[in-house]
């Protein structure tokens, strides 16, 4: 039987519920998908919220959230806030939903 340590299941599932509430967002969704297929590297408010069709205070809570959850870097630049992919945040969400799902698809196949 596949066992994790309580400590770290527990630190784990924190992490991973704040991800899932931020994903959990049709917007921040696109949003990540926008920047993602963008032909520029980072983003300010300003130009997320004419991409997405949403007005400043929307883009800027959105952007918010996913800084929060570390998908996302802000760096200051003059005037403007611009927004980046955190990479290393996301490898360590990645091999954390990784993880969980590989716990999951570990019980199934027990069920066979």
Not at 57 to 67: D, E, F, I, R, T
């Amino acid at each position: 039987m596949l066992r994790i340590n309580s400590a770290y299941d527990s630190e784990l599932s924190e992490e991973l519920e704040e991800v899932f509430k931020a994903l959990a967002n049709v917007n921040r969704l696109l949003l990540i998908y926008s920047l993602a297929s963008g032909e520029v590297e980072k983003v300010s408010v300003t130009e997320m919220a004419k991409i997405m069709g949403l007005t400043q205070p929307a883009a800027s809570q959105h952007l918010k959230v996913l800084k929060t959850v570390k998908i996302l870097n802000a760096e200051k630049e003059g005037n403007y806030i611009y927004y980046t992919f955190n990479k290393s945040a996301l490898l360590k969400h990645k091999k954390n939903i990784d993880f969980l799902f590989s716990c999951v698809l570990a019980k199934c196949d027990q069920k066979k």
